[in-house]
C-alpha cells in the first residue's frame, strides 16, 4: 500500500517570504506520479505540479518549484515570494503509474497562511 | 466552460436518511471519483468508475453506493449505514487509464448530519 506523509501540519509566513512544503511518500513500486494540488477556501482542489519517477530533475515554474530526491523518498515544494493569495491548504499526492486513472493517494495537508 | 459541478453545496441529513449527492462533469472524461475528506485530513478515495455501466470499490466504500449510467454524471449516495457521514465531499474526473493526468475536482458538497 502506498501512504504519503506530509509533516507539517501549519505554515504561517508574511507575505514575500519563501514558503517550503515537505513531502515523503512510500511505496514499493518504482514507477509512479506525484503530484501536488491546492484546496482554496473555496473548495475545489487545483493541480499545480507533477513529478514521475523516472525524473529527478528539479524545475522552476514560476514563483512554484520542486524539489524530487528519490532515495529519500521525498517531493518538496517551494512557493517563492509568496502572496496572500497563496494561502490555502496543499496536498502532496501519489499515483501509481501502473494504476488505471487516477486513484490518488493524498497526505494529510499542510495549511499556509500567508499574512500581509 | 467545461468544468465539474457538485450540488448541492451544503446538505444536512438527518439520522437514517439516504440522501444523493450530485456530480456532473462536462469535461468529456470516462473516468470519475468520489473522495472524502475529513476536518484536518487529506482525501480518501470512496468509489471510482473508469467507464459507463462500470464502478470499483476505493478504500472507505462502507455505507455509500454509486451509479454511473451516463458518463457525464456520477451520484453518490450516503445510506443509512455510514456510520460517521458528516464530511466534505469532493468529485474529480480524469481521461481513463492515463496515472500521469491530473485530475479535475468539483467544488465539494459539504454534508452534515443533524
Known amino acids: 500500500a502506498q501512504k504519503v506523509t506530509q509533516a507539517q501540519t501549519e505554515i504561517s509566513v508574511v507575505e514575500k517570504e519563501d514558503v517550503t512544503l515537505d513531502c515523503v511518500y512510500e511505496?514499493?513500486?518504482?514507477?509512479?506520479?506525484l503530484f501536488w494540488y491546492k484546496q482554496p477556501p473555496s473548495g475545489e482542489l487545483v493541480f499545480l505540479i507533477r513529478?514521475?519517477?523516472?525524473?529527478?530533475q528539479n524545475e522552476i515554474s514560476g514563483r512554484y518549484s520542486w524539489n524530487f530526491q528519490k532515495s529519500t523518498s521525498s517531493f518538496n515544494f517551494t512557493i517563492t515570494a509568496s502572496q496572500v493569495v497563496d494561502s490555502a491548504v496543499y496536498f502532496c499526492?501519489?499515483?501509481?503509474?501502473?494504476?488505471?486513472?487516477?486513484?490518488?493517494?493524498f497526505g494529510g495537508g499542510t495549511r499556509v497562511l500567508v499574512k500581509p | 466552460d467545461g468544468g465539474i459541478t457538485q450540488s448541492p453545496k451544503y446538505l444536512f441529513r438527518k439520522e437514517g436518511q439516504n440522501v444523493t449527492l450530485s456530480c456532473e462533469q462536462n469535461?468529456?472524461?470516462?473516468?470519475m471519483y468520489w473522495y472524502r475528506q475529513d476536518p484536518g485530513q487529506g482525501l480518501r478515495l470512496i468509489y471510482y468508475?473508469?467507464?459507463?455501466?462500470?464502478?470499483q470499490k476505493g478504500d472507505i466504500a462502507e455505507g455509500y453506493s454509486v451509479s454511473r449510467e451516463k458518463k457525464e454524471s456520477f451520484p453518490l449516495t450516503v445510506t443509512s449505514a455510514q456510520k460517521n457521514p458528516t464530511a466534505f465531499y469532493l468529485c474529480?474526473?480524469?481521461?481513463?487509464?492515463?496515472?500521469?493526468?491530473?485530475?479535475?475536482f468539483g467544488q465539494g458538497t459539504r454534508l452534515t448530519v443533524v
Open positions: 474529480a474526473s480524469s481521461p481513463r487509464g492515463k496515472g500521469q493526468a491530473e485530475a479535475f
Open positions: 511505496t514499493r513500486d518504482t514507477t509512479y506520479y
Open positions: 513529478r514521475n519517477s523516472f525524473d529527478e
Open positions: 499526492a501519489l499515483n501509481l503509474i501502473k494504476a488505471a486513472g487516477n486513484k490518488l493517494t
Open positions: 469535461l468529456n472524461h470516462d473516468a
Open positions: 468508475s473508469q467507464i459507463v455501466n462500470d464502478f
